[in-house]
C-alpha cells in the first residue's frame, strides 16, 4: 500500500488518468485542475510548481485513490478509501517540501486526513467552510423568472468580470496569493465558459461554467454583487450556465455550495440539483514552537 508523488502532470495523467474520468463526479475538482494545468500550463494557479499523487493497494495493483495540489493552495482529495486519506497525510508531512495550507474534499476524508495530519506534525485543523456536492436531475427554469436575459460574456466585460472574481474570492474565503483573474477570465471568456445574466442593458449576475471533462462540467463560480441580490438573477444565470452544459454533451453538471448560505442551497434544488455528498474545507496550522 502506497502513495506515489510526484510533479509531473504527464505522469500523473498516464498512471491515474482513467480512474480520474471513471467517477468524474467525486473526482470533479481534480479533472478540472488536470485540464486547466494541460491548457494554461504549470503555473496557472500560481507561483509553486504542482504535485499529485496516486494511490495502491499492491505495487502493481490498479489506482485506487488521487490527490493533486496547485500552491500555494492546498491538497485536493478525489476519489480514495479512508485508509488512503490516512497515509497521505504522513507521506506529505514526512515530505516536508511543500507547505500544505488546506484541505478540501469529502467531509469523511478530509476528517481522516486531518486527524493524521495533525498527529503526524503536531499542527491542528480549522473548518474554513463546510459544503455540499449537488448534480443535476432535470433542469428547471426559475419561477418566476427573473427580469432579463443571459448572454456570453464578452471583451467589453472583462474589467467588470474580474472585479466580480476577486470580490467573489474575497467574500468565499477563496482567494490566494498570485490569483491571476485577468488571465481566468480571458481564458473563460474565449472558451465561450463565462455566462452573464443582464437586466435593462446591465449585466448583473455571473456563472462559470467548466469545459466538459469526461462527461462532467462543473458551475461555479456563481456571484451576484451585494446590492443586486434577491431578485432571482443567480438562479437565471445558474439556469443558463446548466443548460448550456448540457448543450455541449455534459451527462452530469454539477456545483458546490456553502452550507450557511441557505439562500444558494435553497435556489439551485429549485432548480433540479440534488445532493452528492458533503465536503470541508479545513485550514492546516502548523505546530507552534
Request: no cysteine; hydrophobic share 45%; net charge neutral.
Amino acid at each position: 500500500m502506497t502513495w506515489t508523488l510526484s510533479t509531473s502532470l504527464v505522469d500523473f495523467r498516464a498512471a491515474a488518468g482513467d480512474f480520474l474520468a471513471a467517477d468524474p463526479v467525486r473526482n470533479t475538482v481534480p479533472l478540472t485542475v488536470v485540464d486547466r494545468l494541460t491548457k494554461a500550463g504549470p503555473y496557472s494557479f500560481g507561483a509553486g510548481r504542482p504535485r499529485f499523487g496516486w494511490w495502491r493497494e499492491e505495487s502493481r495493483g490498479p489506482v485506487s485513490g488521487v490527490f493533486v495540489q496547485t500552491p500555494p493552495l492546498g491538497v485536493v482529495l478525489g476519489v480514495m478509501g479512508a485508509e488512503a486519506a490516512g497515509r497521505l497525510a504522513e507521506a506529505l508531512a514526512e515530505a516536508g517540501d511543500v507547505a500544505v495550507p488546506s484541505v478540501h474534499g469529502n467531509k469523511q476524508l478530509v476528517t481522516v486526513f486531518a486527524r493524521s495530519w495533525e498527529r503526524a506534525t503536531g499542527g491542528r485543523s480549522r473548518l474554513l467552510r463546510h459544503e455540499r456536492l449537488y448534480h443535476l436531475g432535470t433542469l428547471a427554469r426559475p419561477q418566476p423568472a427573473p427580469n432579463g436575459s443571459p448572454r456570453l460574456a464578452v471583451a467589453a466585460d472583462h474589467a467588470l468580470l474580474v472585479g466580480w472574481y476577486a470580490a467573489f474570492a474575497a467574500e468565499s474565503g477563496t482567494a490566494s496569493a498570485g490569483a491571476d483573474f485577468d488571465a481566468v477570465v480571458g481564458q473563460r471568456t474565449a472558451e465561450g465558459l463565462l455566462h452573464v445574466w443582464e437586466d435593462g442593458g446591465r449585466p448583473v449576475a455571473l456563472a462559470a461554467v467548466s469545459p466538459v471533462i469526461a462527461g462532467m462540467s462543473r458551475i461555479g463560480p456563481v456571484y451576484t454583487p451585494s446590492e443586486l441580490r434577491r431578485r432571482g438573477y443567480a438562479g437565471g444565470v445558474v439556469a443558463a450556465g446548466s443548460a448550456h452544459a448540457l448543450g455541449q454533451g455534459a451527462t452530469e453538471v454539477l456545483l458546490y455550495t456553502d452550507l450557511e448560505n441557505p439562500t444558494s442551497n435553497s435556489i439551485y434544488q429549485r432548480l433540479g440539483y440534488v445532493r452528492v455528498e458533503d465536503a470541508l474545507v479545513l485550514d492546516l496550522e502548523p505546530a507552534v514552537g
